[in-house]
């Protein structure tokens, strides 16, 4: 793997998003590469809502949307990640990471796998998702269960 110059990581704010973060910082400095990280928010529900008519969905999303956008910051900024290339977005998080890449001219996206089974694996991944129409390479690592 050479040749990299912007490297994208694609984070769950999940406990292996460091280990998955250090990785791609790793991959980073061995090509001189730029690194940018993001997370995708995913809306919630419409449906949730609609059991309990007095909860204000919009102000849950968006304190929901704050707490990722804190621990994005905190993540990138422990991986020495400008804030101007730490990404914290709401969307369908494959859809969102590809069009970031393409806008970025990102070479590598970096996102973790855990190697699902049987139904799960049929309904798919992030990461499977993601493959789906890139135009750059992808790397899957490989995280713990």
Do not use: F, W
């Amino acid at each position: 793997m050479s040749g990299y110059k912007k490297i994208l990581v694609a984070v769950d704010l999940s406990e292996q998003s460091a280990l998955l973060v250090e990785k791609a910082r790793h991959l980073a400095l061995i090509n001189h590469a730029e690194l940018s990280i993001v997370h995708v928010h995913p809306p919630l529900p419409v449906s949730y809502a609609l059991d309990i008519p007095s909860v204000n969905l919009a102000d849950i999303d968006a304190e929901l949307l704050e707490e990722a956008r804190k621990q994005l910051h905190s993540l990138g900024s422990t991986s020495d990640i400008p804030a101007s290339r730490q990404h914290c977005l709401t969307g369908q998080p494959a859809v969102e990471i590809r069009a970031l890449a393409k806008q970025g001219g990102i070479d590598l996206i970096v996102t973790g796998g855990h190697g699902k089974h049987g139904l799960e694996l049929l309904l798919g991944s992030t990461s499977t998702s993601v493959a789906h129409g890139v135009n750059c390479d992808l790397l899957i690592v490989r995280l713990p269960d």
